[in-house]
């Protein structure tokens, strides 16, 4: 258990839905990272916050935006859902950005209908 | 635009045998390399991070090297197990992961 939560584990929606998926972190990280992995790609990075600012953004399609609250959670939302947004979305959290070991959570399941 | 690339795709040993597992890195300045195994359906987990001073690396039957001048690091895995069958990803530090070597250990 790497001590970072993902909710849900498996959503089933259909085309042009919109879906949220939720993080914690570890506790005392203060870095959360967002990643897809479809079936023929490796991981592609989405979007990185470090205490509740963004700090870096990687292949983010405009159809999905995320957000870190406060007590440093996070949110991927994705809209306007495609067949090839389904995938596996995993979240990961580290103390800082770049140096640090990243741990990830267990992902959320997608599959768009 | 940083690329990572691993070799081979994918690769069968028989337990107990060795391997070693390649990933090459274009990233400059370098900081850092990451290695990762993920067993299907679950999440990464660290094995290693390989910073600019360091050449070898170890956690437990695995073992991280990286050549700075080439820009290569390797994966060693000793005495392979049947949990060792996963995919095995390597990352620079800009968040650029490597598409992963499948390694299949078979008894």
Same mark, same amino acid.
């Given at each position: 258990?790497?001590?970072?939560?993902?909710?849900?584990?498996?959503?089933?929606?259909?085309?042009?839905?919109?879906?949220?998926?939720?993080?914690?972190?570890?506790?005392?990280?203060?870095?959360?990272?967002?990643?897809?992995?479809?079936?023929?790609?490796?991981?592609?990075?989405?979007?990185?916050?470090?205490?509740?600012?963004?700090?870096?953004?990687?292949?983010?399609?405009?159809?999905?935006?995320?957000?870190?609250?406060?007590?440093?959670?996070?949110?991927?939302?994705?809209?306007?859902?495609?067949?090839?947004?389904?995938?596996?979305?995993?979240?990961?959290?580290?103390?800082?950005?770049?140096?640090?070991?990243?741990?990830?959570?267990?992902?959320?399941?997608?599959?768009?209908? | !635009?940083?690329?990572?690339?691993?070799? /081979?795709? %994918? #690769?069968? @040993?028989?337990?107990?045998?060795?391997? $070693?597992?390649?990933?090459?890195?274009?990233?400059?300045?370098?900081?850092?390399?990451?290695?990762? !195994?993920?067993?299907?359906?679950?999440? /990464?987990? %660290? #094995?290693? @991070?390989?910073?600019?001073?360091?050449? $070898?690396?170890?956690?437990?039957?695995?073992?991280?090297?990286?050549?700075?001048?080439?820009?290569?690091?390797?994966?060693?895995?000793?005495?392979?197990?049947?949990?060792?069958?996963?995919?095995?990803?390597?990352?620079?530090?800009?968040?650029?992961?490597?598409?992963?070597?499948?390694?299949?250990?078979?008894?």
């Amino acid at each position: 258990d790497s001590g970072v939560t993902q909710t849900p584990k498996h959503l089933i929606t259909a085309t042009g839905q919109r879906v949220t998926l939720r993080c914690s972190p570890r506790s005392g990280d203060l870095s959360v990272y967002w990643y897809q992995q479809s079936l023929d790609q490796g991981l592609q990075f989405l979007i990185q916050y470090y205490n509740g600012e963004e700090r870096a953004k990687g292949n983010i399609l405009e159809r999905f935006s995320a957000q870190q609250f406060p007590d440093l959670h996070s949110e991927l939302n994705l809209s306007s859902l495609e067949l090839g947004d389904s995938a596996l979305y995993f979240c990961a959290s580290s103390v800082y950005p770049h140096t640090d070991t990243q741990y990830f959570g267990p992902g959320t399941r997608l599959t768009v209908l | !635009k940083n690329q990572v690339e691993q070799s /081979p795709q %994918s #690769l069968i @040993i028989l337990e107990g045998k060795n391997c $070693t597992l390649q990933c090459n890195y274009t990233v400059s300045p370098f900081s850092n390399l990451r290695w990762y !195994k993920q067993d299907t359906g679950r999440g /990464p987990v %660290s #094995l290693t @991070i390989m910073t600019f001073s360091e050449n $070898t690396k170890s956690n437990g039957r695995y073992t991280a090297t990286l050549d700075a001048d080439t820009k290569q690091s390797s994966l060693h895995i000793t005495a392979s197990q049947l949990s060792d069958s996963a995919s095995y990803i390597c990352d620079d530090y800009k968040l650029s992961f490597g598409a992963g070597t499948t390694v299949t250990v078979r008894a």
